[in-house]
């Protein structure tokens, strides 16, 4: 197995039913098959394919907070569903992490979003952490209109759909992975795959242009 990193893909170049290989600034990389699996760029790489797929970016922010000397952060993970905030502990630190700006594919951070998470984990645990050395983050979940993912096939024999799975990737990582590696080989999943291809849409995988 050889990974290839920092080799953006520029594009998808097809053959028939099939993806010939991919394009990349390190010249053609040419696979058997290929999984779709770019986060909210995933749309911009299926589109000149005739591809169409309904994901958006929805920003998050989180906060981390290490945890010092301070006695009252949770050992647990904790959901404040009142506030959708979350609350993990990683050793020292406590991440609070939550909110979903829709702010198109621009992860900057704003202030005053990451402000708000740190109020919230400040009042949920005020004792939680040395909260003037938080380190604020945000990032861009790819979510899809029923926040379930693409996990499956498309109108190309060799090209597989991993992605769109907004708040939940990590959760769903290695059960997604699992899918796509039976799918890929030829296996039945374990688990129904009804309701998870990107057909379930209205306009679904459009049939390929010419
Ligand atoms: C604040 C926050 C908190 C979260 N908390 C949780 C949580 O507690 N639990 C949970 O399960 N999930 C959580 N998530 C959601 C989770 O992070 C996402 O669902 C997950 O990262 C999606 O994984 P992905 O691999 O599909 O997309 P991404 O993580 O976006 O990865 C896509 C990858 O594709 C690469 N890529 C894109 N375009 C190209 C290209 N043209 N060429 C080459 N590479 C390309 C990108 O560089 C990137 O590495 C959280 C998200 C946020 C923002």
Redesign the pocket.
């Known amino acids: 197995m050889e990974f290839r990193w920092n080799?953006?893909?520029?594009g998808l170049t097809r053959l028939g039913d099939r993806v010939e290989g991919l394009a990349?600034a390190d010249g053609m990389i040419i696979g058997d098959s290929y999984v779709l699996?770019?986060?909210?760029?995933?749309p911009?790489?299926a589109r000149p394919l005739g591809l169409f797929l309904p994901i958006i970016p929805a920003?998050?922010?989180?906060m981390t907070i290490p945890v010092a000397n301070h006695a009252g952060a949770p050992f647990v993970s904790i959901t404040d569903d009142e506030h959708k905030m979350?609350y993990?502990r990683l050793g020292d630190r406590l991440r609070a992490?939550?909110?979903a700006e829709m702010a198109g594919h621009d992860a900057s951070l704003n202030p005053a979003r990451a402000k708000m998470i740190l109020d919230h984990a400040r009042t949920l645990f005020p004792d939680g952490g040395d909260f003037e050395r938080a380190e604020p983050?945000?990032?861009?979940?790819?979510v899809t209109p029923d926040s379930v993912p693409l996990l499956g096939g498309t109108p190309f024999a060799n090209l597989w759909l991993?992605?769109?799975?907004?708040?939940?990737?990590?959760?769903?990582?290695c059960g997604s992975g699992r899918v796509i590696a039976d799918l890929v080989s030829g296996r039945q999943p374990e688990i129904a795959m009804d309701g998870l291809g990107a057909s379930r849409f209205r306009h679904g995988l459009p049939t390929m242009t010419a």
């Open positions: 080799v953006p893909v520029l990349t699996a770019a986060g909210c760029d995933s911009a790489l920003k998050g922010y989180s979350v993990s992490a939550g909110t983050w945000a990032g861009l979940r790819p991993n992605t769109g799975h907004g708040t939940l990737g990590w959760t769903m990582a």
